[in-house]
C-alpha cells in the first residue's frame, strides 16, 4: 500500500527562490525536490530531539 503524501506551503521572497531554483537545478533537482530532500534530511538529523 503507498504512503499518504502531505502537501507544505512555503512562502519565500522571489529571490530566495530565484536562488534555490538555480541550486537544484545545479544538482538536476526540481526546487520541490530539492525542497522535499532538504525536509527529509533535517527531520532524520533532529528527529533524537523530539522526545
Known amino acids: 500500500m503507498q504512503e499518504e ?3 507544505l506551503t512555503l512562502l519565500i521572497d522571489y529571490e530566495i527562490y530565484e536562488k534555490f531554483k538555480k541550486l537544484a537545478q545545479a544538482q538536476t533537482r526540481t526546487a ?18 523530539l522526545h
Request: proline residues 0%.
Open 5 to 7: 503524501k502531505k502537501r
Open 32 to 49: 520541490g525536490n530539492l525542497g522535499t530532500k532538504l525536509i527529509n534530511d533535517y527531520v532524520k538529523e533532529n528527529e533524537n530531539t
